[in-house]
């Protein structure tokens, strides 16, 4: 796949494009490139294209080349000029191609991923869709594109990437906050409901209340976590619409989401003991067994791209 990496290379290399004449990698000639770098021998374009992606030498030396062509308006450096745009031009369109196969990969995934909703696959191939169609509007600037119009693509091109991989992740993590949110109202709602089968049952309240207390406690400050959390997403997700993406507000928005989980996980392992204690107090009684199962903490966030 061409990558940031890549793209970088071609911003750099269209970059030189502009400001200096240009010594080439080769000269055309029909069908066929002719090499100015010795003993490269006669390269189509593509293979051309092919070379400068896959080999860093052949890269350096197409660098060099361009430098020893500053200020240089020879026959040589013009047709390279010529040359190294339609190279650039191939790989850029190669960028394009590989942008729409990974979004697609993408979306397959997502419809695949059974612990997704059909809201929540909506949500996130609504994200893929949406930075797809900036991308191939960009896309279909480059082909009558000059050197510094390419340059201006190329670098657009390096944001909307890493703007596209931020508001994927924004939107997962916006899935995850609500997930566990609804633990939390969950573990919420189950102090009336001990509370009920602590009197229905006449279970001594010495042994029990203090656990309660402690479930209820770990409960409310996973609330508090995630309330803070949820505020410092919201405040990314505004710093992210203008295009400003804050990644400290990310950083302490995932910490107070991680912190909340954590109190879940603590509620949960108390809720145990609570439901140990209350089947000791029916035991042996016809019908003997209560009504009330651990929930799990919450599901945990999978960091690995949909």
């Known amino acids: 796949?061409?990558?940031?990496?890549?793209?970088?290379?071609?911003?750099?290399?269209?970059?030189?494009?502009?400001?200096?004449?240009?010594?080439?990698?080769?000269?055309?000639?029909?069908?066929?490139?002719?090499?100015?770098?010795?003993?490269?021998?006669?390269?189509t374009r593509e293979q051309l294209r092919e070379k400068f992606l896959g080999e860093e030498t052949f890269r350096a030396e197409l660098r060099n080349r361009i430098r020893e062509c500053v200020s240089n308006n020879s026959e040589e450096c013009e047709n390279f000029r010529t040359?190294?745009?339609?190279?650039?031009?191939?790989?850029?369109?190669?960028?394009?191609?590989?942008?729409?196969?990974?979004?697609?990969?993408?979306?397959?995934?997502?419809?695949?991923?059974?612990a997704l909703s059909d809201e929540e696959k909506e949500a996130l191939k609504n994200v893929i869709d949406e930075q797809a169609s900036d991308f191939s509007e960009l896309c279909g600037r480059i082909e009558n594109a000059t050197p510094e119009e390419l340059r201006e693509i190329a670098k657009e091109m390096r944001q909307l990437m890493k703007e596209t991989k931020i508001k994927f992740g924004l939107a997962k993590g916006l899935i995850h906050a609500k997930r566990v949110g609804l633990v939390i109202e969950r573990a919420?709602?189950?102090?009336?409901?001990?509370?009920?089968?602590?009197?229905?049952?006449?279970?001594?309240?010495?042994?029990?209340?203090?656990?309660?207390?402690?479930?209820?406690?770990?409960?409310?400050?996973?609330?508090?976590?995630?309330n803070e959390s949820v505020d410092l997403w919201k405040q990314f997700k505004e710093s992210v619409q203008n295009h400003e993406p804050n990644t400290e507000l990310l950083r302490e928005a995932q910490a107070k989401m991680q912190l909340a989980q954590l109190k879940l996980r603590e509620a949960h392992s108390v809720l145990k003991d609570i439901i140990a204690e209350l089947r000791e107090c029916r035991q042996g009684e016809p019908g003997a067994g209560i009504p009330v199962e651990p929930q799990p903490p919450v599901e945990q966030q999978n960091n690995s791209e949909e």
Not at 1 to 13: A, E, P, R, W, Y
Not at 193 to 217: G, H
Request: charged share 30%; glycine share 4%; with cysteine.
């Open 188 to 226: 919420e709602h189950l102090e009336a409901k001990l509370q009920d089968f602590i009197e229905k049952w006449n279970c001594s309240s010495e042994e029990l209340q203090p656990l309660i207390d402690a479930f209820n406690s770990k409960v409310t400050e996973a609330r508090e976590a995630y």
């Open 83 to 114: 040359v190294a745009k339609e190279v650039m031009k191939g790989v850029m369109k190669r960028v394009c191609n590989n942008y729409d196969d990974v979004a697609e990969r993408m979306k397959k995934r997502i419809d695949n991923n059974k």
């Open 1 to 43: 796949m061409i990558g940031l990496k890549n793209l970088f290379l071609v911003f750099t290399i269209v970059a030189l494009m502009i400001a200096m004449p240009f010594a080439s990698a080769a000269m055309e000639q029909g069908n066929k490139i002719l090499p100015v770098i010795p003993g490269k021998g006669e390269m």
